[in-house]
């Protein structure tokens, strides 16, 4: 594949754009300017292949695949209507090259998120039939009770819904902690079963999806990519 191209796949603008970027000196390989932007890389070569653009160190994925410890304050959404976007903490070669959210939080809600361009693997990970556990911290406005417990257990009425929704797991953590496992992702599911179950969520954390947990080395804001090992974490139960 051709540098242009790479450039083009990898986010960084048009393919014209692209060729001025290479034609400007502003693209370099293994530390040297290429102005070459027809310069070949060879297939087997490209998974590891790795260029700097203006001095910032690149490595050319197929699919992008990043995790998000998400603020609170930013919404799931390109075009957001009162508050920051998530897409303004990735860079916007992401963005440009088709990262979406894989399921949406709350503009509240902080924790991990996931975003990839892989359009298989977002329609896999958010389809309700894909059973991915996705852990919660809640932190609710009243004490935690055995009755609010048992109703998340053994699964409350949603509005809107025609079956009741349980929890794979509901944990009190302290007195006003509750860790929820629950499996799908609907629309305020976490928010609604609290409520449900007689209690309401003051703050609402996402510390894991499937067997991948959100680590202490990413702080709020920061992302990072995913690499084949997070991957393989992800689809553990
Ligand atoms: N459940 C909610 O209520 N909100 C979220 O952001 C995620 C799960």
């Known amino acids: 594949m051709d540098l ?14 692209c ?51 998400k603020p609170p304050g930013y919404e799931c959404s390109r075009e957001p209507q ?21 399921g949406r939080l709350d503009q509240d809600t902080t924790g991990l998120l996931l975003l990839s361009d892989d359009g298989a693997f977002v329609h896999a990970f958010t ?31 949603l509005h809107g ?21 629950v499996l799908e992702g609907k629309y305020h599911q976490v928010k609604r079963m609290v409520a449900a179950a007689g209690n309401r969520v003051e703050n609402l954390h996402r510390e894991r999806i499937g067997g991948l947990a959100l680590s202490d080395e990413l702080a709020e804001g920061q992302w990072r990519w995913l690499d084949d090992a997070d991957l393989a974490m992800l689809r553990q139960g």
Do not use: M
Not at 4 to 17: A, K, N, P, V
């Open 19 to 69: 060729r001025a970027l290479v034609a400007d000196g502003r693209v370099s390989i293994a530390g040297l300017p290429c102005t070459n932007a027809a310069t070949d890389i060879a297939s087997d070569a490209l998974p590891s292949f790795e260029f700097q653009v203006d001095g910032t160190e690149w490595r050319y994925r197929e699919k992008a695949y990043l995790a998000l410890n």
């Open 82 to 102: 009162h508050h920051l976007s998530v897409f303004h903490l990735i860079p916007p070669q992401l963005t440009e090259r088709g990262v979406q959210c894989v």
């Open 4 to 17: 242009e191209r790479i450039l083009f796949t990898q986010g960084f603008g048009s393919r014209r754009q």
């Open 161 to 181: 819904e025609s079956q009741p929704v349980a929890a794979v797991s509901a944990e009190q953590r302290d007195e006003r902690q509750l860790e929820l496992s």
């Open 127 to 157: 389809s309700p039939k894909r059973k991915v556990p996705k852990v919660y911290l809640a932190t609710t406005r009243h004490p935690l009770d055995d009755a609010q417990l048992s109703a998340l257990r053994n699964g409350v009425f």
